[in-house]
């Protein structure tokens, strides 16, 4: 089964591409979370490692709110200085600071009846948070330079791949602001732990390169290569997935028979400049070979070999039985038993 999102509504939709395709448990309980928090008027925070689409479910959750056809203003905050953070935020008025020739509205003020998407919130700056805390509880903002609040209404969604409770513990993130933009929080799964999802998304990814290069027929992929992807831990996740099916697609350079080829690595060559820390000593210890997948580690040695089968076996259950939210039926379904 392949699930996609519902289409935007007509003449709001997004130049790029914003399909959700995935077939596991794990992807499809935070979508459907995502759906279900759209239509609330709350903040939300999207956790989730780089390339697990983040800002898709920031998309989702405005175009299904009632703010759809209102701004959906989306921020970096680590694309930004910490010095300018603040004036992009909240704006400025003239003269606020050198440089400030004229005024300028901030991203809340942009975003008014609609979504303010801050992305890689946990590089924002104490001072810039102490100022966020008062514009989600309040709704007013005040321009830098100025002295009159300006009231805004403004759904705050943020993502981050950072753990916001960690640093709320030590100090890096204030707990205040954590407590008020939690209202809700959607957990993105790596890619690693969607089951099935990998051959449904390299076969979509390859599909569409295919079209694009005018390709009649898609051959899919060997054996060999959906191994390799099996075996893969995907920091990147579904965009990494994307560009080494894409590049094997084209690399490839012919149809009709099935891709064997994947690049992980696309900076790999035997001609790779040699790092300055080594070149010196000739030696290049810690260089890792890229690539293929690596091999996990040979295990510690065995004494008992029915205990250490019966400890394996345990773990694989209660993995599966987690995998399938505890569904007894669904875990045997999975593993082949009855």
Known sequence: MKWRALPISAG??????????????AFLDAVERASLAAPLNRPVLVIGERGTGKELIAERLHRLSN???GPLVIM???????????AELFGHEAGAFTGATKSRVGRFEEADGGTLF????????MGAQERLLRAVEYGDVTRIGSSR???????????????LPAMAEANRFRADLLDRLSFEVITLP?????????????????????????????????????AKMAAYEWPGNVRELRNVVERAVYRCGREGKPLENLIFDPFESPWKPIPRNTAATGKNADAKPSGDPVAPPPAAPVGDLKSAVDAYE???LEDALARCRFNQRATADMLGLS
């Open 118 to 125: 801050l992305d890689e919130l946990g590089t924002l700056s």
């Open 67 to 69: 703010r759809w056809d």
């Open 190 to 226: 790596p890619l690693r732990v969607r089951d099935g999802d990998i051959d449904v998304l390299a076969d979509y990814f390859g599909r569409r390169m295919a079209s694009e290069l005018g390709w009649e027929d898609w051959p899919g992929f060997a054996d060999i290569a959906r």
């Open 314 to 316: 345990k773990s694989i």
């Open 149 to 163: 609040p300006i009231n805004v209404d403004v759904r705050i969604v943020a993502a981050t791949n950072d753990d």
């Open 76 to 86: 970096n905050c680590a694309a930004l200085p910490e010095t300018l953070i603040e």
């Open 12 to 25: 709001a939709q997004l130049e790029r591409e914003n399909n959700f395709i995935g077939q596991s448990t």
